[in-house]
């Protein structure tokens, strides 16, 4: 007799045959379902019976994400997949301590220990929580984006060749030198990385292997932590598959097994559990096809797609132009848009009219994609016209814009508003998805006065759509919008992330639902998410226009115009709009006399060589970030692009740059820190007597100076950390023991390097800090308050070198002098008297600094003309002053040319936010004192600088931008990633709106 097992998982359907003794007979082919789990499974089950005959099977098992259904249909056993993967694993692999399994959707840890009976039990576990970013699904995403990179050209999503792909996929990462730094948390900050890499020349062996190294550090930081996983350690699931995975874990794990049958390990676990508890069932393959063709559960719909008030323009064709019969040749403006996922060229006449465009995939490889443009634009018109003006926008618009030596380059957001006004110049709000990002622009007086782009979430946006298209194995091109529009109750789906969408459309598609009306119920399910995620509570004007590829969707539009109940405008072209706007805005420069038409040898470009070679920036002596550089040779000119500084990018500011605050702050708080006599260490030596660490991260560096000159006085050695660098980051993020914002992880790192170069760590937990008014509470973020106690169990630091008193600075130098004595070990403690003598001294250098910087910045603030901008950047201080984290925003915005002035040289003391009444948080309350001063002055403007899942700043984003009112302000949002490109465009748009407002 045999006992067969089944595991229907998110992506696969995995099935085993074992005999009377345990042992596996059968494996049914890896086979991906496609969200057709019902039919694919018809075909499995007709597998394992043909093999072993219906009346040999003792008992059908099913496990897996998707697999309660059909066992509940078929009135079979259905186990848990955990405790399924961790049996399967014992059948192979006896006495196996430590289980990474990572599948489609799902990743896991497991633990198993032995009694002395040699019974195994079950001794932790960790599962990934509802993102799938590192799971299998997530790399398929990745290969996916990068497949046109790869192949050169457009990509079939059927189960063959995407199977083909991921070989090829590997095959190149096993080309790599060495693997570039990509952040693995979120498939968004994945993403912009990739692509600003792409666009940086980086050589795709080198990304694919990086987003590889990055995904093992990112399942070390959120599943294993700080466990201490035994030997022997295996690795199952779908991913296993993957060797560029495995030799990533190996770095890790050098003793890491790959188990036979790693693929199908639940379902093994699952037919030997129920072989092993006795339990028998009948497998009626007919039931389920019964099933099929009759029954049919009840969903939530919504009405049928319908276009009732917009025209949709179904022809988006471009006559041939024809050159007029003059001898003179008539002039020419070219717009190229080069983005994520597709480049495009947009050719305009002396009038503006559009004459030519043409529409490409940007294949990772943009300055390649642009030559194969300009021989297009040769081909087709370059013969007949003599340009006049080059612009480049989009997120590869620096460095083609280098390549092509183009007369303008300018954000996407401001080329898009462009283009729709010329359009229409009545359009009041524009709403863009493009392949990675989603906008929303305010239009007012045909200029844009406000904007945003999607932060972190990538539901929603042209990739998002494309991939789970492909999952459903429809393609993206035509056949997705004739099968949603064929539907007449679309599903109503989970709107909120990409993950929770896929479930729903997996676990209705599981009920019967039809497909028709579960790609219909996407249409809706994106549309919801941009209006609710992205545009939030802005206003929606009259005349709406809706741009990028997804607005060549009618099925898409139609959503828009079912739930904002309006007409939409989808202009003829506008999948160039971009482009369009480029070009215009560029003739616009050329008509202002901004710039000097030169003669620009098209045929010399197309044929330019172009070679590249890596080395390492040493363009600063004192910095040890090693960051790769790709110096390109364009033909005989030399242009070098890389680094995490942004030392390297493109700008087009012709006037001077502006003073750099940033950078000021840095050098006073350093200094101050010096006096004090702290010292930064060289080299990480054994820890010397009588020293303690001063971890330069979360609150030190706002309260550094005052802490530097306490512990100094005390008679200690401070010893400071430097400045967040790659590995500290990375030591933070692969030592963590809990999920948590990225500052909190930077601190880890700087607290692991302190281990290594002091006796003492000073870790306080600091509770809140001094307000200007009594009722506010003036408390810091958990995360940071408790930083200390995470950072202890994470790392396994010796409690004993820990001094961590707990600190309320909001009670003066008085009582924290008192609690700073009582947290002291008495082997350092020194007199209360000298305690308090030190803390007042301290308080009074931490104040002493703080007026300095308000002098500095009422002088700066009293020599600014009125007329002239001035951002005020506000943030907690980890983000603010650590350029790790805020991406050396302080040296982009001077480069810029952009006034810009952080918060801390402000005197905020007299801003009153009393309508904000029992304020909580400390830091919290500081920015919206900030912003109740940007409202009032009308030539100030405000940039917020926050991180991925802050928790505080969730609800504080909304009373900044609440104190603002109806004046735009630019909120940065950034964590793990190092790509600047993203916030560059969001900059440079910010910094035109500002320009539309002040009316310069």
Not at 107 to 129: C, E, I, P, S
Not at 206 to 211: D, E, F, M, V
């Amino acid at each position: 007799m045999y006992d067969l097992g089944v595991d229907i998982g998110s992506v696969s359907i995995n099935a085993v045959v074992i005999d009377q003794h345990g042992s596996l007979v059968f494996e049914s082919p890896y086979r991906r379902h496609y969200g057709q789990v019902d039919a694919h499974l018809q075909q499995v089950l007709h597998e394992l019976q043909e093999y072993c005959q219906p009346h040999n099977i003792r008992c059908t098992t099913f496990t897996g994400t998707l697999a309660e259904r059909p066992a509940a249909l078929l009135e079979c056993p259905f186990e848990v997949e955990t405790i399924a993967q961790v049996v399967g694993t014992l059948q192979v692999v006896p006495g196996v301590s430590s289980i990474i399994s990572i599948g489609g959707q799902d990743a896991g840890l497991f633990q198993v220990k032995y009694r002395t009976d040699g019974q195994w039990y079950l001794d932790a576990f960790n599962m990934n929580g509802p993102c799938a970013s590192g799971t299998g699904s997530f790399i398929d995403q990745q290969a996916q984006r990068l497949a046109s990179a790869i192949y050169g050209g457009s990509f079939d999503t059927d189960s063959g060749s995407l199977n083909e792909l991921l070989q090829d996929f590997m095959a190149m990462g096993r080309k790599s030198t060495k693997p570039a730094p990509v952040a693995c948390r979120c498939t968004v900050f994945t993403k912009s990385d990739m692509i600003h890499l792409q666009n940086k020349g980086e050589s795709l062996a080198n990304i694919i292997a990086g987003l590889h190294a990055g995904n093992a550090a990112n399942y070390m930081s959120t599943m294993v932590g700080n466990r201490q996983l035994d030997e022997p350690i295996v690795f199952i699931g779908g991913m296993a598959s993957n060797d560029l995975q495995v030799d990533a874990f190996l770095h890790y794990f050098p003793g890491l097994q790959i188990p036979p049958h790693y693929t199908s390990l639940g379902a093994l676990g699952a037919a030997r559990q129920s072989q092993l508890a006795g339990r028998s069932s009948t497998l009626d393959i007919q039931r389920l096809q019964r099933h099929l063709s009759t029954s049919q559960e009840p969903f939530p719909c919504t009405s049928a797609l319908e276009l009732e008030l917009t025209h949709f323009h179904e022809d988006n064709s471009l006559p041939v132009w024809a050159p007029s019969s003059s001898k003179a040749t008539p002039g020419a403006y070219l717009g190229i848009d080069i983005g994520s996922t597709s480049t495009k060229y947009a050719l305009i006449d002396e009038e503006g009219n559009l004459i030519g465009k043409c529409y490409r995939p940007t294949q990772g490889k943009p300055i390649e994609v642009a030559q194969q443009l300009i021989q297009h634009l040769m081909e087709d018109a370059g013969r007949y016209v003599r340009l006049l003006g080059v612009a480049t926008t989009g997120s590869g618009r620096n460095v083609v814009g280098d390549f092509i030596s183009a007369d303008l380059i300018l954000d996407e957001i401001t080329a898009h508003a462009t283009g729709a006004v010329s359009v229409d110049p009545e359009v009041e709000t524009i709403f863009e998805i493009g392949g990675q990002d989603s906008k929303y622009i305010r239009i007012e007086r045909t200029y844009p006065v406000d904007f945003v782009m999607n932060k972190v979430c990538a539901a929603g946006t042209g990739s998002f759509l494309q991939e789970l298209a492909s999952k459903m194995g429809i393609n993206i091109s035509g056949e997705f919008q004739e099968v949603a529009l064929s539907s007449s109750a679309p599903v109503h789906l989970a709107e909120r992330c990409t993950v929770f969408m896929e479930s729903d459309m997996a676990s209705y598609a599981q009920k019967g639902a039809p497909r028709n009306d579960l790609i219909a119920g996407l249409c809706y399910a994106i549309v919801h998410n941009y209006l609710h995620r992205v545009v939030e509570n802005r206003p929606v004007g009259k005349k709406v226009m809706f741009l990028g590829g997804p607005s060549l969707n009618k099925a898409v539009v139609a959503a828009f115009e079912r739930i904002t109940q309006r007409p939409v405008l989808v202009p003829r072209h506008r999948e160039v709009m971009g482009a369009y706007g480029a070009a215009l805005a560029v003739r616009e420069h050329h008509a202002q006399g901004v710039y000097e038409p030169g003669d620009r040898d098209l045929k010399a470009l197309q044929k330019s060589s172009i070679s590249a070679r890596e080395s390492i920036c040493r363009a600063v002596s004192t910095c040890h970030n090693e960051c790769k550089l790709q110096i390109y040779q364009f033909g005989s000119r030399k242009s070098i692009w890389g680094g995490d500084c942004g030392r390297y990018e493109v700008t087009q500011h012709h006037g001077p740059s502006c003073t750099n605050f940033f950078q000021q702050r840095q050098e006073l708080f350093h200094q101050a820190l010096l006096d004090s006599g702290a010292i930064f260490p060289e080299s990480a030596n054994l820890p010397q007597a009588g020293t303690i660490g001063l971890p330069m991260s979360l609150h030190a560096l706002d309260w550094g100076v005052f802490w530097a000159h306490v512990l100094q006085g005390t008679g200690l050695q401070v010893v400071l950390t430097p400045p967040t660098n790659h590995e500290i980051s990375m030591r933070g993020v692969e030592s963590m023991s809990a999920e948590t914002c990225y500052p909190v992880k930077v601190y880890h790192g700087h607290v692991h390097l302190l281990a290594r170069q002091a006796q003492w760590i000073f870790m306080p937990n600091v509770i809140n800090v001094p307000v200007g008014d009594s009722h506010e509470k003036g408390c810091l973020c958990p995360l940071v308050e408790g930083a200390q106690f995470m950072t202890k169990a994470a790392l396994g630091l010796d409690r004993e070198r820990i001094v961590s008193p707990t600190v309320h600075l909001k009670d003066g130098p008085e009582l924290v002098a008192l609690a700073l004595w009582q947290g002291l070990p008495p082997s350092i403690r020194p007199t209360r008297g000298v305690m308090q003598k030190v803390v007042q001294e301290a308080w009074q250098r931490q104040m002493d600094f703080r007026k300095h910087l308000q002098k500095i910045g009422r002088q700066y603030v009293d020599s600014i003309s009125p007329d002239t901008p001035l951002w005020i950047i506000t943030g907690r201080p980890y983000n603010l002053y650590d350029e790790r984290l805020n991406l050396q925003i302080g040296r982009h915005l001077a480069k810029l040319g952009i006034e810009a002035l952080p918060m801390d040289f402000l005197d905020l003391d007299g801003e009153d936010i009393s309508d904000f009444p029992r304020m909580y948080w400390g830091l919290g309350g500081r920015i919206l004192k900030t912003a109740r001063a940007i409202h009032r002055h009308p030539n100030w403007f405000g940039l917020h600088i926050t991180n991925f899942s802050c928790g505080a700043d969730s609800f504080i984003e909304h009373f900044y931008q609440h104190i603002l009112h109806h004046k735009p302000s630019l909120i940065l949002e950034l964590d793990e990633h190092s790509g600047v490109a993203g916030t560059l465009t969001r900059v440079e748009a910010y910094r035109n709106v500002v320009k539309n407002i002040m009316g310069q």
